[in-house]
């Protein structure tokens, strides 16, 4: 096959019939959409493309840059489309936790703004929110910048309407579940708007982290709720995946499939099963489901070797942070925000706010020292890095759901470790005014 452009290649990627000895169905076939057969290597080929086919030529004519909201696979398909138009482009996003994603944008020449303290997905209610600070930006480049804006973009779920669902149906026809995981949401819902248009009665299912877990491309519950754009009434179901499972589930895909994927593929293969294992024997016909493999496993290799060492012949550590378990997480002690202050005195804790250091600029807890989590998260790797097993610990957060983490792993290493209930937002709203700005 001999092609023009590279924009050729994306779209019509094939589907995979998982095997029934992977996936001990009897009367469902699970089938994979294989979106890294994409030229740029993932799902987001599509709407990248969607969003700018049309406007490239504009955009150059104006000599406008190009601008966007991703921690990944949607900055790294616009960088290379911009790159190949001779476009600038510019990455405001959370913090990126994923080493080869930062690389892989460093490397096709993006510029890329990080804002501390962050979250991962769309809060229009915060101002310092990567969208909110580009659409300032846009308004003050007095037409410089175009924004392709990905999270508010209706040509995100409507490009997957047109293509990737559209694929899905000349493939299989009607589908009877789709399972999918929660990230921005565009490709979930556009493809689901159509496949339920064929099939009305198709179950959607929603793939969500585990909670105050991490895995790329993937948000907890938490963060879908407090970034206000999760509408869980779409979903039938909603399951979640735990990391461990989810590298798991990379491991089956891999090993089993002979399919390099990432861990948002492998949460997708456990939670489609752990959904369709529970319902397959009550059916009584034939039925079809459908998940996505979003990407490929060499973007994250750093994130398999922090969690699974030996896999890469390196000695596992017992203890590490990232072997937390879940049963830590739920029995992990809280700190009610209602009698904080004065818990903290009579005990003489250590107040940990591990927000980025800008954010804690803007005020914090009262006498709080400032750690970020990427780098306390380094530091309690197995080992107690405070001083006395007996100082009482209280790690603070925006919502309460990252510090729970850090007070159970502080915990489990025989450490005292608390967590703020509700988080700093919760404290505030009980003691406003309250929060010290270091600042000063």
Same mark, same amino acid.
């Given at each position: 096959?001999i092609?023009?452009?590279?924009t050729?290649t994306?779209?019509?990627t094939p589907?995979?019939?998982?095997?029934?000895g992977?996936?001990?169905l009897?009367n469902?076939?699970?089938?994979?959409?294989?979106?890294?057969?994409?030229?740029?290597?993932?799902?987001?080929?599509?709407?990248?493309?969607?969003?700018?086919?049309?406007?490239?030529?504009?955009?150059?004519?104006?000599a406008?840059?190009?601008?966007e909201?991703?921690?990944?696979?949607?900055?790294?398909?616009?960088?290379?489309?911009?790159?190949?138009?001779?476009i600038p482009?510019k990455?405001?996003?959370a913090?990126?936790?994923?080493?080869?994603?930062?690389?892989?944008?460093?490397?096709?020449?993006v510029?890329?703004?990080?804002?501390s303290?962050?979250?991962?997905c769309f809060?229009?209610?915060?101002?310092?929110?990567p969208q909110?600070?580009i659409?300032?930006?846009?308004a003050?480049?007095?037409?410089?910048?175009?924004?392709?804006?990905?999270?508010?973009?209706?040509?995100?779920p409507?490009?997957?309407?047109?293509?990737t669902?559209?694929?899905?149906l000349?493939?299989?026809?009607?589908?009877?579940?789709?399972?999918?995981?929660?990230?921005?949401?565009?490709s979930?819902?556009?493809i689901?708007?159509?496949?339920?248009?064929?099939?009305?009665?198709?179950?959607?299912?929603?793939?969500?982290?585990?909670?105050?877990?991490?895995?790329p491309?993937?948000?907890t519950?938490d963060?879908?709720?407090?970034?206000?754009?999760?509408?869980p009434?779409k979903?039938?179901?909603?399951?979640?995946?735990e990391?461990g499972?989810?590298?798991d589930?990379?491991?089956?895909?891999?090993?089993?499939?002979?399919v390099?994927?990432?861990?948002?593929s492998?949460?997708?293969?456990v939670?489609? !099963?752990?959904?369709?294992?529970?319902?397959?024997?009550?059916? *009584?016909?034939?039925? =079809?489901? $459908?998940?996505? @493999? &979003?990407d490929?496993?060499?973007?994250?290799?750093?994130?398999?070797r922090?969690?699974?060492?030996?896999?890469?012949a390196?000695?596992?550590?017992?203890?590490?942070?990232y072997?937390?378990?879940?049963?830590?997480?739920?029995?992990?002690?809280?700190i009610s925000f209602?009698?904080?202050?004065?818990?903290?005195?009579?005990?003489?804790?250590?107040v940990v706010?591990?927000?980025?250091?800008?954010a804690f600029e803007?005020?914090?807890?009262?006498?709080?020292?400032?750690?970020?989590?990427?780098? !306390?998260?380094?530091l309690?790797?197995?080992?107690?890095?405070? *001083?006395?097993?007996e =100082?009482? $610990?209280?790690? @603070? &957060?925006?919502v309460?759901e990252?510090s729970?983490?850090?007070?159970?792993q502080?915990?489990?290493?025989?450490?005292?470790?608390?967590s703020l209930?509700?988080?700093?937002?919760?404290?505030?709203?009980?003691?406003p005014?309250?929060a010290?700005?270091?600042?000063?």
């Amino acid at each position: 096959m001999i092609i023009d452009d590279i924009t050729e290649t994306i779209g019509n990627t094939p589907l995979l019939r998982i095997p029934a000895g992977v996936t001990g169905l009897k009367n469902i076939s699970l089938y994979a959409k294989l979106e890294f057969f994409n030229p740029f290597g993932s799902l987001k080929d599509r709407i990248a493309w969607g969003m700018l086919r049309n406007e490239l030529p504009r955009i150059k004519e104006a000599a406008q840059g190009i601008i966007e909201n991703s921690s990944g696979n949607t900055a790294k398909a616009i960088a290379v489309l911009a790159r190949r138009a001779g476009i600038p482009f510019k990455v405001v996003s959370a913090l990126l936790r994923v080493k080869e994603s930062k690389d892989m944008l460093r490397l096709l020449g993006v510029e890329l703004e990080e804002v501390s303290g962050a979250v991962s997905c769309f809060d229009p209610s915060d101002p310092r929110d990567p969208q909110n600070l580009i659409a300032r930006e846009v308004a003050q480049s007095r037409g410089k910048l175009f924004f392709t804006s990905q999270f508010t973009n209706q040509l995100n779920p409507q490009t997957h309407k047109e293509t990737t669902a559209e694929e899905i149906l000349r493939d299989l026809g009607p589908v009877d579940y789709f399972c999918s995981g929660l990230g921005t949401a565009g490709s979930t819902l556009g493809i689901a708007e159509r496949l339920k248009e064929v099939n009305p009665k198709m179950t959607l299912v929603g793939i969500a982290a585990g909670k105050s877990d991490f895995i790329p491309g993937i948000r907890t519950i938490d963060q879908l709720l407090e970034a206000g754009i999760f509408t869980p009434e779409k979903y039938d179901e909603i399951v979640t995946v735990e990391s461990g499972a989810a590298i798991d589930g990379v491991l089956t895909l891999i090993r089993e499939c002979a399919v390099l994927a990432g861990p948002s593929s492998g949460a997708h293969l456990v939670g489609s !099963l752990n959904y369709l294992r529970k319902i397959d024997a009550t059916l *009584a016909r034939p039925a =079809t489901a $459908v998940t996505i @493999v &979003c990407d490929r496993v060499e973007w994250y290799l750093s994130y398999l070797r922090e969690r699974r060492p030996e896999l890469f012949a390196e000695r596992p550590k017992p203890l590490s942070i990232y072997s937390l378990p879940s049963s830590a997480l739920l029995n992990a002690a809280s700190i009610s925000f209602k009698n904080t202050e004065q818990w903290v005195e009579e005990q003489k804790a250590l107040v940990v706010d591990i927000r980025a250091a800008v954010a804690f600029e803007y005020g914090s807890f009262p006498g709080a020292i400032n750690i970020p989590g990427e780098i !306390l998260e380094k530091l309690l790797d197995a080992r107690n890095p405070f *001083a006395g097993a007996e =100082t009482p $610990v209280l790690f @603070v &957060c925006p919502v309460g759901e990252q510090s729970r983490r850090f007070a159970a792993q502080l915990t489990r290493l025989g450490g005292k470790g608390y967590s703020l209930e509700g988080g700093l937002m919760a404290w505030r709203s009980f003691n406003p005014g309250r929060a010290s700005n270091v600042c000063e």
